[in-house]
Each structure stands twice: as C-alpha cells, then as structure tokens.
T-cell receptor, first 113, second 114 residues
Framework: QKEVEQDPGPLSVPEGAIVSLNCTYS??????FMWYRQYSRKGPELLMY????GNKEDGRFTAQVDKSSKYISLFIRDSQPSDSATYLC?????????????FGQGTTLQVKP | NAGVTQTPKFQVLKTGQSMTLQCAQD?????MYWYRQDPGMGLRLIYY???????DKGEVPNGYNVSRLNKREFSLRLESAAPSQTSVYFC?????????????FGAGTRLSVL
C-alpha cells in the first residue's frame, strides 16, 4: 500500500463546476500538506500549503485537512478552463531536516468550456 | 526571477551512453532534490541533498549518481543509460527552516533512452 493514495482520474467537468480532489494517507506522522498544480509539459508549482486540520482558503481554492481520517481535499469553485492541469498532493513529516515530500500519483483535471 | 533552472530541456540517448543533468537554483536554498516522473507514478525521489556537502538516496536511486557541486548546483548523472530511465526528470529546492517543507521545481528534462 502506498503511503499516499490519489485517484489519477482523469476528471472532466464543465466550466463553472465545483471540483473536489482528494488524497488519503496512512502515516499519522505527516505534519505538512501541500497541493501542487502541474500544467502539461511544465514543472509542478505550489498551489496551497497547510499544516493543521481544518480549512484554508485562497480565492477559488480551498484546502481541507482531516487528520483524524487521514484525508485531505482540494476544492475548486467556479472552475475555469485554465484550471485544466494535473493536481498533485504532497506531504512531509516536518520534524526531519531532510524536507522530503511524499507525493500522490496526481489527478488530471479537464475543465470544458 | 530564474528560480530553479534545469539543463538540458530535452535529450535523446542510446542505451549505454552517459550524461549529466544540470540543476541550479538562485534562491539561496539549502536542500535540493532530484525526482523522476512517469505516467501514473507521480513524482519519485531519486536522490537528495539536505545541505551542501551531503547527499542521500531516495526511493529509486539505482542507475544514478549525484554531485552537490556547491550550494547552488546539484547534478544528476546516468553512467550507462537504460530504456527504463526514459522519463521526465525534475530538480527541486527547499529553504530549510522555511514555511512547511515547500519545494520549488524546475521545468524538467525530458529524457528518452533508445
């Protein structure tokens, strides 16, 4: 079993839809949780980061962490064609000085006009 | 803002050839990482350098070597390329002690081994 599981999709939605992307994890020692967005043939870029349970909002994006269920989510409101990308969740232990991240497999999202 | 710069962007090798992928960051970050990305596999860590002067194996180190040349530069070497090393390679860097363990990525090197 992978430490971090993410449904690879692909996920296709109409413009304006609410999108929910999810990851589950098995190691309760993870402290930091990140979402990266990767456009086709580009490098991943940080979208959101959080370190505690609860919600964090940034414009149309909301990151949610439920440590008791070992489950994180990224919600995209009013989705746009420009949101079409692969979304990768990532986690780290925080207490280590290595800074290693464990990534999910990535979910490919297509937003149709 | 350059950030993390990787060279080359594309490369085609024949089986058995060697090559070095270059990575440089201008953010004064302490830690640097090399990943490979294959379809359906996400990002897998090959090697990392937590600080200048140190390197350690990641999840998939076989067939690779690395050199942390200085604080800015971290290179990845394939001594004898194999078709299984066809992949997209990403370099990343992190500021130790910064918020979370956020890593910043380069644009990638697309490598094909024939």
């Amino acid at each position: 079993q992978k430490e971090v599981e993410q449904d690879p999709g692909p996920l296709s939605v109409p413009e304006g839809a609410i999108v929910s992307l999810n990851c589950t994890y098995s190691n309760s020692a993870f402290q930091y949780f990140m979402w990266y967005r990767q456009y086709s043939r580009k490098g991943p870029e940080l979208l959101m980061y959080t370190y505690s349970s609860g919600n964090k909002e940034d414009g149309r994006f909301t990151a949610q962490v439920d440590k008791s269920s070992k489950y994180i989510s990224l919600f995209i409101r009013d989705s746009q064609p420009s949101d079409s990308a692969t979304y990768l969740c990532a986690m780290s232990f925080g207490s280590s000085n290595t800074g290693k991240l464990i990534f999910g497999q990535g979910t490919t999202l297509q937003v149709k006009p | 803002n350059a950030g993390v710069t990787q060279t080359p962007k594309f490369q085609v090798l024949k089986t058995g050839q060697s090559m070095t992928l270059q990575c440089a960051q201008d953010m004064n970050h302490n830690s640097m990482y090399w990943y490979r990305q294959d379809p359906g596999m996400g990002l897998r860590l090959i090697y990392y350098s937590a600080s200048e002067g140190t390197t350690d194996k990641g999840e998939v180190p076989n067939g690779y070597n690395v050199s942390r040349l200085n604080k800015r530069e971290f290179s990845l070497r394939l001594e004898s390329a194999a078709p299984s090393q066809t992949s997209v390679y990403f370099c990343a860097s992190r500021l130790a002690g910064g918020p979370g363990d956020i890593q910043y990525f380069g644009a990638g090197t697309r490598l094909s081994v024939l």
